[in-house]
C-alpha cells in the first residue's frame, strides 16, 4: 500500500506540473495564439523531455533522469511563484521533495519491462 501510494503522488505531481506548465503560458503571453500555443506547447514539451528521459522506461541514464525531474519539478515551482502563488509554490516542491526521496530511498521506482 505505501508503495502504491508513493507512486500515485509521484504520478500526480507529474501531470500538476504539465498543468502548472499550461497556467503559466496562459497567464504569460497577451495574443490569444500566443497564449494557445504556449497552453498546449509547454505541457508537451515537458511531456516528451520527460518520456525521453526521466519516465521509468527511458533509457537514459540515471544522470540525465534526476537533471530532467529537478527542471521540470523546479520549473513548475518557479511558474507557480511567478503566477503569485508563493506559498502554492513551496508547498508543491516539499511534495515533490518528500516524495522523490521517499520513492529513491525505498526502491519504490517502477521496474522497466524486460
Known sequence: MWKGANLLVAFVVEVVALGI???WGWNTADATLARWL???GL???AAIVWGMFAAPTAARGNSARWI???LVFG???AAL???GHPLLAVG???VVAANL???HTQKLQPTKPS
Open 92 to 94: 508543491y516542491v516539499v
Open 38 to 40: 504556449l497552453v498546449i
Open 68 to 70: 530532467v525531474k529537478v
Open 21 to 23: 506548465f499550461g497556467w
Open 75 to 77: 520549473l513548475a515551482g
Open 101 to 103: 526521496l521517499i520513492i
Open 81 to 83: 511563484w511567478s503566477l
Open 43 to 45: 505541457p508537451v514539451v
